[in-house]
């Protein structure tokens, strides 16, 4: 079982930035890949980025691209989520996951994710 705690949400002008991180329980943590998704009112959760248990590879959505990275630190079981260049559309609650790996999995589908924060919101103004 892993438990995950998102920090970092808040109140940001368009163009801002916002550090996300996602502290995960247990000794485990660097067999996890581990994901970002985000989730606006009214629309589905969506995939942001994800990274390997290692940290060497990583993928993001389209519509984050070059202005959010991940990254993790195994030591400080924690996995990070930068973002810069905000903008208003990026206003969502944003929840990290964890997922067992497996080659065959796709993990841009949030059902492939085996544990799943409590979510931090992030607002960004215009």
């Known amino acids: 079982q892993v438990q995950l705690v998102e920090s970092g949400g808040g109140l940001v002008q368009a163009g801002g930035s916002l550090r996300l991180s996602c502290a995960a329980s247990?000794?485990?943590?660097?067999?996890?890949?581990m994901g970002w998704f985000r989730q606006a009112p009214g629309k589905e959760r969506e995939f942001v980025a994800h990274?390997?248990?290692?940290?060497?590879?990583?993928y993001y959505a389209d519509s984050v691209k070059g202005r959010f990275t991940i990254s993790r630190d195994n030591a400080k079981n924690t996995v990070y989520l930068q973002m810069n260049s905000l903008k208003p559309e990026d206003t969502a609650g944003y929840y990290c996951?964890?997922?067992?790996?497996?080659?065959?999995?796709?993990?841009?589908?949030?059902?492939?994710?085996?544990?799943w924060g409590q979510g931090t919101q992030v607002t960004v103004s215009s």
């Open positions: 990274i390997s248990g290692s940290g060497d590879n990583t």
């Open positions: 247990g000794r485990t943590f660097s067999t996890y890949v």
């Open positions: 996951a964890a997922a067992w790996p497996n080659p065959y999995r796709d993990y841009k589908r949030r059902a492939n994710y085996d544990y």
